[in-house]
């Protein structure tokens, strides 16, 4: 048999749970950069540590990896108030670094890591946000989320019942069905690359939003829209034909464990788009994301399968 250091054992048992760990500090940051070097901050500690102390390794790891991630947050905060627009979360290109060869961290995927959920997710405070991972995702005890935020157990159960109404109160009560939202999307996709205005407005709710990050880096609307003929005339005016000097080439994919697509300028991603439907069907909530440095997890043009 091998024999295994101590440094090896403890780099094999935290690579058992870094995906898990980068899912969480993800949740919490909105970030794949940034939840990355949460994780390898939290690997820093975890080497330091007693181990001697920790009876559950992966809550363990979480909570640590939660905190840090916490901190981040709050330092993003002056950060995110300089932002060029309004600010999106990054999108995530597959569902690999969460956990994608775990079912269980898949369910948590569908559940929690969709791109409507982190929306949600940044209209809390970022204690609640963070104690809502801890306990809606991840199930830690009220005991543990306190000692992890260093706040008291009834004022995290509290935190806990805010952050659980806010995100119920902004989330769809319905369930659309994926083949209607993959119809719906091809024919949207399809006036909008022949330019039937018509078509497109016939296809979005009367109270469609569309909310665009660019960063400052490319082209995007510096405040959300409203309304059907505002959208459609926009988003014409970014990719019809002729109405400008990409060579752009669209891509249904999976995008935060969910159905999205993508608009590649050669090979590379330009846009990442999500739409969200209503009861009726109708396109209620579109998000494109622009900005090339929140682009990085999805994959060029020429390492996608064929279509």
Not at 109 to 114: E, F, K, R, T
Not at 149 to 177: I, K
Not at 218 to 233: D, H, W
Not at 236 to 250: I, R, T
Request: aromatic letters at 6%.
């Amino acid at each position: 048999m091998v024999d295994v250091t101590s440094d090896e054992e403890l780099a094999v048992e935290f690579d058992e749970h870094r995906r898990v760990l980068v899912g969480a500090a993800y949740r919490v940051v909105g970030s794949v950069v940034d939840a990355e070097d949460v994780v390898q901050e939290t690997w820093l500690r975890w080497a330091a540590a007693d181990r001697d102390e920790v009876r559950d390794v992966r809550a363990y790891l979480i909570r640590i990896t939660t905190r840090l991630a916490l901190n981040r947050l709050r330092a993003q905060k002056a950060q995110r108030e300089q932002y060029v627009g309004p600010w999106l979360p990054e999108p995530l290109g597959s569902t690999h670094d969460l956990g994608k060869d775990d079912p269980a961290v898949v369910a948590e995927v569908a559940d929690s890591v969709s791109m409507a959920m982190l929306v949600v997710l940044e209209t809390l405070s970022p204690l609640e946000r963070a104690t809502f991972v801890l306990r809606e995702v991840f199930d830690l005890p009220f005991g543990e989320i306190a000692d992890t935020l260093g706040r008291s157990e009834p004022a995290v159960r509290q935190l806990a019942h805010r952050a659980r109404e806010h995100v119920h109160a902004r989330q769809p009560r319905h369930q659309v069905d994926k083949a209607r939202h993959t119809e719906v999307t091809s024919q949207f996709l399809t006036a909008a690359w022949s330019g039937d205005f018509d078509q497109m407005v016939s296809l979005l709710a009367p109270d469609v939003e569309l909310v665009s990050d660019g960063g400052g880096k490319k082209k995007a609307a510096l405040r959300p829209l409203l309304g059907q003929v505002k959208i459609a005339r926009w988003l014409l005016a970014l990719v019809a034909p002729g109405q400008h000097a990409y060579n752009f080439e669209v891509r249904l994919t999976d995008l935060n464990g969910d159905q999205g697509f993508v608009f590649y300028d050669g090979e590379t991603p330009d846009s990442a788009c999500f739409l969200e439907l209503d009861e009726a069907g109708r396109i209620s909530q579109i998000y494109i994301i622009r900005n090339p440095d929140k682009l990085t997890t999805i994959p060029r043009l020429s390492e996608l399968p064929e279509p």
